[in-house]
């Protein structure tokens, strides 16, 4: 039969949600994701990366499995996941499980009560993972619960609420559960948190809906299978049903992509922008979808998902011995490191060799095995060949034919005189793909040590998987003994060398990892003999750690929080003081809360798609956007020339780019088109001729170099280079401190609504500051700004990068909206996202400092230099916030700071939590570490030695008068027993060459409000209707920090009503004028205090009625006054009061207090390293956080993890890569590693300090958005503790530098050991250039 007579159905029948769908012209290019989300109109599952990297789309699918007879329900990233492929199966979202309209889903109950989402953007996708979880597991264990959660991301919580509400799933008892009687008396005034007395049921899967029996029906049939086909704009995709029909088509379209998880062609597609015209899905053929043992090992069908082979192998290697199941036990291993769960149940085994990545997990393992591969084809039938050396033959190329297919893998058994490891290091261990992997087998002679064969594999060393074979040749007939282990490792040196450039980078790490893995396999090696008796313990030297995982990865995760009890006598509608759940949580754990691209499209509405620079510094020859605009539903290409009012916006840089770029990503023009598909692809038909400019500059040693510097800002205490001279010590260091991509989980995006009238223009925008963003659009647009309004409901997180950065697409889409009259909408990528909008400032810090031999710091200069890319932005105020926390809680009595602001060629870089605040108190721990090591004291003593004291003045002239850091230093050393685990660390340490532990203490002291005196103001609108409800309405926007509860329980305490009277529907400009942005984290303090004074004005004229009325009700008082025409509106405003903006930058003079108040906290952490891979566990962190007197507590909790989760990844995991051109490598989250669950530390404190509050904020409250993101350098200090125990082990004392962050890379080098130094770069490669700089 040839392929033409297959039967051809247009038709694509599945289930969504219960509902029967049948669509007959299914597209094989559109995904699950946009279908669900544009066609079927349920936007719960989010877009937040496109690339299967973040979990936000996550759906679960509803198969049914001939097999086992009964469904399968499975979770998904519906981003990737064709809509094609979804024929016959049930897909069930977000919607589907729970409404607040009819009943919540029990996950959604939970997570909701638990805190477990900010900005709820994130939140579907993890409810869906939870949810398909249960679906197969009842009562899952918290191992269960970390592996499905392996796949989802949360920007926001920090993760310990989600883990924290998921837990109770693990309990089986239901009503009985411990923790339902277990009431904890409250002790001095603290409460534990969580919810103690919460009564939760055992989940019930009897209630879930059940697999629509049409599909059941069709499931048995097997008359009702047949191949399909799908023709779309540009793809046609095959389904055959035999591998007949198979091998046909693959010989009529050799070209044909075989695709079966999507989870390589689909990124290739969308995300690299190829174009595969002709796609065949094997999904049905029988040959490539079974699993068996067979004598010899196992057989896996080609397009087996990986959750299906782990299943599988699970289940053989529990029926057989040890020694026979090796590889199968590596393939498992390294099965549980394989992406997250949801790629893992859709990507085959097949895809995984045939995409022939160098970075492959599976190849190192089956070429090192020699696995067989039968191939398939249509001219030559079945052939089996053994994977080895030959098999790779270039990147991602194999040696087959065009027109064959994998049918099946043959995994071996193995015998006892086997042994087999595999080994992985990635930059964050869970769901990352490899810097370097590696197999290694050795077979010996029966019953001896004498080697038969070794077979050595790697990942990550070239541009395919291979094979050491050099090395392999000459080990033959050798003993396993230390004379061998020294000699491989050097033949390893010899024989996989890396140049300077390598595409990758890290090539030194990369080196130094491939002897490291060896000399861990040698020593399982060891181990497995001495188990089989080939070899004595006493003849031995092993040493168990080097194999081992860290001891702290098997810890059970336990938690607290502790706060201040409210007062008893405190009326019970009042919630200040109370930790209430974010009011927004039961939408968005049930997807019902809506987000800008959420929003219905408008009639007549098009979709705008930027084009931007692909060089960091040109001259713009040409643009020529025809052949775009030639392309199917592109209506327009907008440009400068259409933009009617200012295209240059100062600071802001210009809406687009005139005559010349600087920077990869600089916006040049935009498509505007019918649908975003059409936008994205007609964007990439934009020619552009570019005339390179010199220099270009990348990083802040070019900057420096070509002396690039936009600004300078000075500030000064007492006369430092006077005092170097009455110093014991005077020394000088660098210190670095890298950039933080936002990765807020809802990409920036905005729609532009032009009206009919007077140049009005409405837009929707995801942005923190709808008043900036009102400002931009009128100037671009030549109108008045009272002809714009800007509207935001709520952001899917913000963290600074929606503060100033919304303008690189609310200006062209307002510039869009009036050339064509028509709504734009436009969403950024996360790809564009993360290329255009740049993030936290890298920092550079040049310092001499001058100290007495007790430890007494008492004169500091620092060169502060921070990289502001190619426009101003907010860099400005960036630098004058870390020049003001250059002393972070340090009193140095001379002390001169100079902040450098370097202009560059790339994206500008923005606002990001703490404003350039952490990175110089990150910068002040590393001279006081540089202190502390230089007189071989303990850091927390020169820590204590010099912290400030009430009366003292601050570096920004502040005089102290409440320092709380003190106090909050002394109980966390107190919670965290820190002495004592001190004393076991270094005793740990006396024992553990290759595993290290480190502990630190950090201080902090963060000062609240704007930089910047006149943004210091709030403003707000109470508005109250005769039925007493009341709409309020005021300048910040929530974006998961909680302020809009904040603020509603504010004007309940003020009104004396109950917060479920009181709504918050937007933040506008048209409500609240020139509000300042929402950021600086002192939004609650300056509305709260508008709304406060709103609601006081009212309650004011409402008193004399209240007075000769005592009794009756709110709404009955309401009504009185309106009948007696007293007015129910006020508006409230706000200024912080004693502040001064006299601060000379030039001479670095100040006079007054910058700010209005001072937030302090303290945090201990503890670390274990392995020192051979630079791996790290984050064993315990306690916290102590001075908030005041928290307004909710539960929130401020949230804000503290989230912010340690933030600050976490800025010193360990996020690592922004430029190539030295200019592009941002480091671009989604397959390439950005964010932390994600299994990073959150084993164990994890916060406590709120007691009796704290402050009259300077609102009901004594404190801010609490940005201050606690520093004290996650508490994990950096305690790694480089770690660091200097290997290093004292390794021979070398005194002081070293870690910059910040610590990755697995920079720690694997700090270590400094043998394996490190013999991967040192040759003298042959000096003058290359490395593959990536650090900017
Ligand atoms: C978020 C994410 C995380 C990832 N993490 C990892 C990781 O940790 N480790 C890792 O190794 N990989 C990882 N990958 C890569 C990818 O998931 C794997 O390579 C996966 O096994 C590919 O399978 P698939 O079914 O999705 O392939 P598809 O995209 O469906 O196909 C991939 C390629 O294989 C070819 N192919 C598939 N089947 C056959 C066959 N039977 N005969 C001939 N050619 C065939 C296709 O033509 C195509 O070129 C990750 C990918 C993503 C998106
Ligand atoms: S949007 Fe699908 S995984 Fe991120
Ligand atoms: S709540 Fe998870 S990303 Fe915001």
């Avoid at 969504?16 to 769908?21: A, F, R, S």
């Avoid at 609420?161 to 837990?167: D, H, N, Y």
């Avoid at 079945?382 to 034919?401: A, P, S, V």
């Avoid at 600050?1207 to 592009?1223: D, N, Q």
Wanted: glycine share 8%; aromatic share 8%; charged share 25%.
């Amino acid at each position: 039969m040839s392929s033409n007579q297959l039967a051809i159905s247009d038709s694509l029948i599945f289930y969504v949600n219960g509902k029967k769908i049948v669509e007959k012209n299914a597209d094989p290019e559109t995904t699950l994701l946009t279908y669900l989300r544009n066609n079927l109109r349920l936007t719960g599952s989010k877009l937040g990366c496109g690339e299967g990297g973040c979990g936000a789309c996550t759906v679960m699918i509803s198969k049914w499995d001939g097999r086992n007879g009964k469904p399968r329900h499975f979770a998904v990233n519906a981003c990737l996941a064709p809509l094609v492929s979804v024929n016959k199966c049930a897909v069930t979202t977000v919607e589907g499980i729970g409404s607040t309209k009819t009943k919540l889903h029990e996950i959604q109950e939970r997570l909701a009560k638990f805190h477990g989402s900010q900005c709820g953007f994130c939140t579907p996708g993890i409810v869906m993972s939870m949810y398909a979880l249960l679906r197969n597991k009842q009562i899952p264990s918290l191992k269960d619960i970390d592996t499905c959660m392996q796949g989802n991301l949360c920007r926001c919580t920090g993760y310990r609420p989600i883990i924290a509400g998921f837990e109770t799933f693990t309990c089986a008892m239901g009503k009985n559960c411990c923790k339902i009687d277990k009431k904890i008396k409250p002790t001095e005034q603290q409460i534990e948190a969580e919810h103690t007395d919460t009564k939760w049921q055992a989940y019930d899967d009897s209630q879930e809906p059940i697999f629509p029996p049409e599909l059941m029906l069709s499931g048995k049939l097997k008359s009702s299978f047949r191949s399909l086909k799908y023709v779309g704009e540009n793809v046609t995709w095959h389904q055959p049903t035999n591998l007949q029909q198979l091998l046909l088509l693959k010989n009529e379209h050799p070209e044909a992509k075989i695709v079966v998880g999507n989870t390589e062609v689909g990124i290739e597609m969308h995300i690299k922008g190829r174009n595969y015209s002709q796609i065949i899905s094997p999904t049905n053929v029988k040959e490539l979808n079974c699993m068996e043992e067979i004598d010899e090992g196992v057989s896996i069908g080609a397009a087996c998902s990986l959750s299906d082979v782990e299943q599988f192998l699970k289940s053989v290697s529990k029926k057989r011995r040890k020694q026979e199941t090796q590889v199968i036990c590596s393939i498992l291993e390294m099965l549980e490191l394989f992406a997250g769960m949801q790629i893992r149940n859709v990507a085959c085994i097949g895809g995984n060799i045939m995409t022939a990545s160098p970075i492959s997990d599976l190849n190192p393992i089956l070429l090192a095995v020699g696995a067989k591969l039968t191939f398939a084809s249509s001219s030559s039938g079945l052939r089996e060949i053994q994977m080895d050396e030959n098999f790779f033959i270039g990147y991602r190329k194999t040696n087959t034919r065009k027109d064959e297919i994998l049918i099946s893998i043959k995994i071996p058994f193995l015998t006892e005189d086997d042994v087999m490891k595999a080994f992985k290091q990635s930059k964050r261990k869970e769901d990352d793909i490899a810097i370097v992997n590696s197999a290694m087998h050795v077979a010996f002679e029966p019953g001896t040590k004498t080697i038969k064969k070794l077979s050595i594999a790697f990942g990550g060393m070239a541009a395919i998987t291979n094979a050491a074979k050099q090395t392999m040749k000459r080990v033959v007939g050798r003993s396993w003994d230390e004379r061998l282990l020294h000699d491989v490792c050097s033949w390893l040196n010899e024989e996989m060398k890396l140049s300077l450039d390598a595409p990758g980078g890290m090539v030194r790490y990369r080196r130094a990892l491939v002897t490291s893995f060896f000399f861990k396999f040698y020593h399982y090696t060891l181990e497995a003999l001495l188990e089989n008796g080939v070899v004595q313990v006493e003849n031995i030297n092993i040493s168990r750690e080097i194999i081992g995982d860290l001891t702290a990865e098997n810890e059970q995760f336990t938690s607290t929080q502790t706060w201040q009890e409210v007062p008893e006598d405190q009326d019970t509608y009042d919630t200040i003081g109370r930790p209430i759940p974010h009011l927004s949580g039961l939408k968005q754990v049930t997807g019902e809360a809506q987000y800008i691209d959420d929003i219905p499209p408008y009639r007549e509405e098009l979709h705008m798609v930027l084009v931007y620079s692909t060089r960091a510094h040109a001259k713009i020859i040409n643009v020529d956007p025809t052949p775009a605009l030639e392309y199917t539903g592109v209506v327009s290409f907008v440009d400068k020339n259409d933009v009617i009012g200012k295209n240059d916006l100062g600071m802001y840089g210009e809406v687009f780019a005139d005559g010349k770029v600087s920077c990869v990503g600089h916006v040049i023009g935009a498509i505007v088109a019918d649908t975003q598909a059409h936008a994205i692809k007609a964007s990439r038909m934009v020619k552009i001729t570019y005339e390179d400019i010199l220099p270009r500059i990348i990083t802040i040693d070019d900057a420096i170099l070509h002396n690039s510097f936009s600004s300078t800002i000075k500030l000064n205490k007492g006369n430092a280079e006077e005092e170097f001279k009455n110093c014991d010590n005077v020394i000088e260091d660098e210190a670095r401190v890298g950039g933080q991509e936002h990765f807020y989980m809802e990409t920036q995006c905005c729609i532009a609504i032009p009206k009919n009238e007077d140049g009005e223009m409405e837009v929707f925008s995801s942005c923190q500051h709808p008043t900036g963003l009102q400002s931009m659009a009128a100037t671009c647009l030549g109108v008045q700004r009272n002809k714009v309004t800007v509207r935001t409901k709520r952001l899917g997180g913000g963290f600074g990068g929606k503060e100033s950065r919304f303008g690189v697409i609310s200006n062209p889409a307002v510039t869009a909206a009036r050339k064509l009259g028509k709504p734009i909408r436009c969403v950024l990528t996360r790809q564009e996202d993360m290329q255009i909008t740049g993030g936290r400032h890298p920092f550079l810090a040049k310092y001499k400092i001058g100290f007495d031999n007790d430890g007494r710091i008492k004169a500091l200069k620092i060169d502060l230099y921070s990289n502001g890319g190619n426009s101003d932005d907010l860099s400005y105020g960036v630098m004058t916030r870390a020049v003001t926390h250059a002393d972070n809680c340090y009193n140095v009595p001379h002390m001169e700071v100079t902040g450098r602001i370097c202009r560059t060629n790339i994206a500008s870089n923005t606002a990001f939590r703490g404003f350039g605040g952490p990175q110089s108190m990150i910068i002040s721990e590393s001279w006081i570490t540089k202190v502390a090591e230089t007189l071989n004291m303990d850091p927390e003593m020169v820590r204590a030695f010099n912290m400030y004291t009430d009366g003292d003045k601050v570096l920004h002239g502040s005089i102290l008068k409440q320092f709380k850091a003190k106090r909050c230093w002394e109980e966390c050393l107190d919670k965290s027993n820190f002495h004592n685990t001190q004393k076991e660390i270094r005793e740990f340490n006396k024992t553990s060459r290759w595993k290290k532990r480190g502990i630190a203490c950090i201080p902090s002291k963060y000062s609240v409000g704007f930089g910047l005196k006149h943004l210091n103001q709030g403003c707000a609108l109470v508005l109250i209707y005769t039925d007493g409800t009341v709409l309020l309405s005021h300048g910040g926007t929530e974006m998961g920090q909680g302020l809009d509860t904040k603020m509603v329980q504010v004007a309940s305490r003020s009104l004396g009503v109950p917060i479920d009277i009181i709504h918050i529907s937007e933040c506008s400009t048209s409500s609240v004028p020139n509000a300042s942005p929402t950021a600086a984290s002192t939004s609650s303090d300056i509305n709260g205090m508008a709304i406060k004074e709103a609601c006081d004005k009212i309650m004011s004229r409402l008193q004399p009625l209240r007075k000769s009325h005592p009794n009756i009700t709110w709404v009955e008082l309401i009504n009185k006054a309106y009948m007696e025409r007293i007015s129910l509106s006020a508006t409230g405003f706000y200024r912080t009061p004693g502040l001064t903006d006299e601060w000379n930058h030039k001479t670095g003079t100040v006079s007054g207090d910058m700010f209005s108040y001072l937030a302090y906290g303290a945090a201990v952490s503890q670390v274990e390293i392995d020192v051979l891979t630079g791996h790290h566990v984050v064993l315990k962190t306690d916290l102590v956080v001075d908030v005041g007197n928290s307004l909710n507590p539960a929130i401020d909790v949230g804000q503290i993890e989230g912010a340690f989760a933030q600050g976490y990844g800025l010193v360990t995991l996020e690592e922004m890569l430029h190539s030295p051109s200019g592009h941002l490598w480091t671009v989604g989250p397959g390439a950005y590693k964010i932390p994600g669950f299994a990073n959150t530390p084993k164990h994890f404190n916060v406590h709120l300090l007691r009796s704290c509050p402050n009259e300077k904020a609102i009901y004594s409250s404190k801010a609490v958005g940005e201050p606690p993101l520093f004290l996650a350098s508490s994990v950096l200090y305690a790694i480089k503790d770690a660091i200097k125990s290997a290093r004292v082990d390794a021979g070398m004392t005194g002081a070293f530098r870690l910059d910040s962050p610590a990755t697995a890379e920079r720690i694997r080098l700090a270590c400094e050991d043998d394996f490190v130094r013999k991967a040192k770069p040759t003298e042959d490669e000096n003058g290359l250039q490395a593959w990536a700089v650090r900017a």
